[in-house]
């Protein structure tokens, strides 16, 4: 059933997120069970999250999650998978994975922390797995486990997050509960059936702070990366913790700039919003130590509502050759990663590589992709953005690589390369001097 003032998205076989649309909330035809409504239930949630998803990932630094495990009478025993009992050492070492991983999203300005104090015992719920199985929201499991942890004298208030873990229900008569994590976005309160994985609990965590999923769009036309006939691929992103992606010891799988922003992590400073040609120098965004006062993401305007996020992503090897292009659509917060190969079916080969271009010509927009530049936490790459639709009269840029350089100030030399983007017709002129302008080239054109 769904009810006017909730959107509840079914997205297969692995989660199911749940958001408050705009406006009042009214879901008086959404009661469970027990009787009572899921607004109750939607509202505590918010309570736990705090007033507002943004500022406190950016007020409060210092985030926790409570683990409340339970179980059954007819399920009885310790949450478990299929390597054994999911024991307090397994939650506080998952635990740090996604600490860890927070961290180096964050550029440091968040600490999630998860210790053994913040595990309970496993406490008995008053129902049995198969009543609390037989809705697919696990409606009236929410409210038992709180009310099982404070009789604990564990206070979830005292929690940014709240983890429920139970072993899985998959084998439960009428179970209805098919996925392995769900959390509500913007909420504190995610559950986990059967696992409590590092990516799993990342992911879930990524929607607590107000993500939605990282997607792929998938063109019918596959000439046109941006085909409006094409589908989205939900989990389609390879590369991001928010799409299809496990966790790896290098933290690969790092938000994109689009959400980094949502988040505030990743601040005005690093992106440039672009709508006039020009030539820039792309750093990669997916370091920990990233210097925040660098150009790390590019985005271009679509309409009132969705943009382009032009990125280079330099964890992954198959990604060091190129950018990828994110498209965030507007007010859903979704976002969708473009497959810039043409003709292909990789879903890892989707960078825009050296030489290449792509073209919207609806938005009169050329992206073309120059040479990757240094390593390690100063790789960058070379990007020019085109407008074919610019009113005024653009001159043409020249950028110079290499531009510092040592010698003797009688008979020194020094070679200079040059770049030009665009070719209007005119000559570009070109001058320059030393540092302190004792020595000095004629102007001349290219």
């Not at 989707?350 to 390690?376: C, I, K, N, Q, Y």
Request: net charge negative.
């Amino acid at each position: 059933m769904i009810c006017s003032g909730l959107w509840l998205v079914f997205l297969g076989l692995m989660e199911i997120t749940v958001a408050e649309s705009p406006g009042e909330f009214d879901c008086a035809c959404c009661v469970h069970p027990d009787g009572q409504q899921l607004q109750t239930l939607v509202q505590r949630d918010r309570i736990l999250s705090g007033s507002s998803v943004r500022k406190a990932s950016v007020i409060d630094p210092d985030v926790r999650m409570l683990v409340i495990r339970i179980d059954f009478s007819d399920m009885p025993g310790a949450p478990h998978d299929v390597s054994g009992e999911i024991d307090t050492r397994r939650i506080v070492d998952a635990g740090a994975n996604v600490g860890d991983f927070i961290d180096q999203v964050s550029y440091g300005q968040v600490s999630f922390a998860l210790d053994s104090e913040d595990v309970t015992p496993v406490l008995r719920l008053p129902e049995t797995a198969e009543h609390y199985a037989a809705s697919p929201l696990l409606i009236s499991l929410m409210p038992a486990a709180y009310r099982a942890a404070e009789d604990a004298g564990y206070d979830p208030l005292n929690y940014r997050f709240i983890a429920i873990l139970f072993s899985s229900l998959a084998e439960v008569p009428g179970n209805q509960v098919r996925y392995r994590g769900w959390a509500y976005v913007g909420g504190a309160t995610s559950w986990y059936n059967g696992t409590f994985e590092s990516g799993i609990v990342a992911h879930e965590v990524g929607h607590s702070l107000g993500l939605q999923h990282s997607n792929r769009w998938q063109p019918a036309d596959s000439s046109n990366p941006i085909d409006p006939k094409g589908t989205s691929i939900e989990y389609g992103d390879h590369f991001d913790i928010m799409g299809n992606s496990s966790m790896d010891e290098s933290r690969s799988n790092h938000f994109n700039p689009a959400h980094l922003h949502q988040l505030s992590w990743l601040p005005t400073s690093a992106i440039r919003t672009v709508r006039s040609s020009g030539l820039f120098l792309l750093h990669r965004f997916d370091s920990r130590d990233a210097d925040l006062e660098r150009l790390m993401a590019i985005e271009v305007p679509i309409d009132e509502t969705r943009s382009y996020w032009i990125n280079y992503r330099y964890k992954h090897a198959r990604l060091r050759d190129g950018v990828t292009v994110v498209r965030s659509e507007g007010s859903s917060q979704r976002t969708h990663l473009l497959d810039l190969v043409p003709g292909g079916t990789n879903p890892q080969d989707v960078a825009l590589t050296t030489g290449r271009s792509f073209a919207d010509p609806e938005l009169g927009m050329v992206l073309t992709v120059g040479s990757p530049r240094s390593s390690g936490d100063n790789a960058h790459i070379e990007v020019a953005l085109s407008f074919t639709n610019e009113t005024q009269v653009v001159p043409a840029i020249v950028s110079m690589r290499n531009a510092s350089h040592f010698v003797q100030e009688n008979a020194g030399r020094a070679s200079l390369t040059l770049m030009r983007d665009r070719s209007n017709g005119e000559s570009a002129h070109v001058q320059w001097n030393t540092i302190v302008e004792t020595a000095s080239a004629e102007d001349f054109q290219m």
